[in-house]
């Protein structure tokens, strides 16, 4: 941890939080190192209706843990908890997060990813009040610019396992145009004809696909290479999964802030109300032109009106 060399924020409860969630992240990481598969599905589900793993509910609890120690956050809500969890009485912040964000795609070897949103706490428990600050794993934002780590690494060196925070990319300026495309939920462009026409686009034009089944490790992707798109948007048949306030709302806010686009169908993911904290979301975020190309799709379809 000590080898990341970003200021987090000039506020010192703000600081705490962050390091805290440094040290969640450590312990995730021992997690994921004994647990590799996933580990067994628990006899519990969470309220989206998704079956708990032991490695998505005890990284939960490692989150809650090292939060509640600072003594600055007052509310936990998460994917595997939907609801507000009291950890301090007067703290200053509220943490919305996704403990493991591709778990289902963990016994495959491939990337996944923690997402936590930190909001300035109010009495309305976020209801209609809109983000100030956001952390993730894979992403610091700071005022002063972006930054890519790569996530917890041990030293080889030593029979000790040591964990540090190393950088992988700073100053992420995400280009315009970007021929990367990760399209979720195709099973639905069957029947979901504008999203079918922009997919057939990214094909017949000549752009990579780079899709894993993961929205934290897709997105972190988008980052490093400064291009490209990730989307999921579906129909009644079968509607987005994503969660607002722990996936779409806080890379979104990434995305914007590194200059790319997000749009949820109707307007920027970021403009949408909160209307509950189990609220779902379509989602495109990435290179701005690429967004501006999907709208366009989207308008001529009769499906956005300006």
């Given at each position: 941890?000590?080898?990341?060399?970003?200021?987090?924020?000039?506020?010192?409860?703000?600081?705490?939080?962050?390091?805290?969630?440094?040290?969640?992240?450590?312990?995730?990481?021992?997690?994921?190192?004994?647990?590799?598969?996933?580990?067994?599905?628990?006899?519990?589900?969470?309220?989206?209706?998704?079956?708990?793993?032991?490695?998505?509910?005890?990284?939960?609890?490692?989150?809650?843990?090292?939060?509640?120690?600072?003594?600055?956050?007052?509310?936990?809500?998460?994917?595997?908890?939907?609801?507000?969890?009291?950890?301090?009485?007067?703290?200053?912040y509220i943490v919305t997060f996704d403990p493991l964000d591709g778990s289902s795609i963990i016994g495959t070897n491939f990337a996944v990813g923690t997402i936590v949103a930190i909001w300035k706490s109010d009495e309305k428990l976020l209801m209609e009040k809109r983000v100030e600050t956001w952390f993730l794993l894979v992403v610091v934002y700071t005022e002063a610019e972006q930054t890519l780590c790569s996530g917890m690494r041990r030293n080889r060196r030593s029979r000790n396992t040591h964990y540090l925070m190393a950088i992988s990319k700073d100053n992420i300026k995400i280009k315009p145009k970007g021929k990367l495309?990760?399209?979720?939920?195709?099973?639905?462009?069957?029947?979901?004809?504008?999203?079918?026409?922009?997919?057939?686009?990214?094909?017949?034009?000549?752009?990579?696909?780079?899709?894993?089944?993961?929205?934290?490790?897709?997105?972190?992707?988008?980052?490093?290479?400064?291009?490209?798109?990730?989307?999921?948007?579906?129909?009644?048949?079968?509607?987005?999964?994503?969660?607002?306030?722990?996936?779409?709302?806080?890379?979104?806010?990434?995305?914007?802030?590194?200059?790319?686009?997000?749009?949820?169908?109707?307007?920027?993911?970021?403009?949408?109300?909160?209307?509950?904290?189990?609220?779902?979301?379509?989602?495109?975020?990435?290179?701005?032109?690429?967004?501006?190309?999907?709208?366009?799709?989207?308008?001529?379809?009769?499906?956005?009106?300006?």
């Amino acid at each position: 941890m000590h080898s990341l060399h970003v200021k987090l924020s000039d506020e010192p409860e703000l600081s705490a939080v962050c390091s805290a969630l440094l040290l969640a992240f450590i312990e995730n990481s021992r997690v994921l190192r004994y647990c590799s598969g996933g580990g067994d599905y628990t006899n519990t589900q969470n309220d989206f209706g998704d079956h708990q793993l032991e490695m998505d509910v005890q990284c939960e609890l490692n989150v809650n843990t090292e939060l509640k120690k600072t003594g600055f956050v007052s509310h936990t809500a998460s994917e595997e908890t939907p609801e507000m969890k009291l950890l301090s009485e007067g703290g200053k912040y509220i943490v919305t997060f996704d403990p493991l964000d591709g778990s289902s795609i963990i016994g495959t070897n491939f990337a996944v990813g923690t997402i936590v949103a930190i909001w300035k706490s109010d009495e309305k428990l976020l209801m209609e009040k809109r983000v100030e600050t956001w952390f993730l794993l894979v992403v610091v934002y700071t005022e002063a610019e972006q930054t890519l780590c790569s996530g917890m690494r041990r030293n080889r060196r030593s029979r000790n396992t040591h964990y540090l925070m190393a950088i992988s990319k700073d100053n992420i300026k995400i280009k315009p145009k970007g021929k990367l495309f990760s399209p979720g939920n195709t099973r639905c462009i069957a029947d979901h004809i504008p999203y079918r026409e922009v997919v057939d686009y990214w094909i017949h034009n000549g752009y990579t696909l780079r899709y894993s089944g993961g929205m934290a490790p897709d997105i972190c992707q988008i980052f490093l290479k400064e291009v490209g798109v990730f989307s999921c948007f579906g129909d009644a048949k079968y509607p987005s999964k994503l969660r607002y306030l722990y996936e779409c709302a806080p890379l979104s806010f990434l995305t914007e802030k590194a200059d790319g686009k997000s749009f949820n169908g109707t307007h920027s993911v970021l403009d949408t109300e909160i209307t509950g904290y189990q609220q779902k979301s379509e989602i495109i975020v990435g290179s701005a032109d690429e967004i501006e190309f999907f709208k366009s799709v989207w308008k001529k379809h009769g499906l956005l009106k300006e």
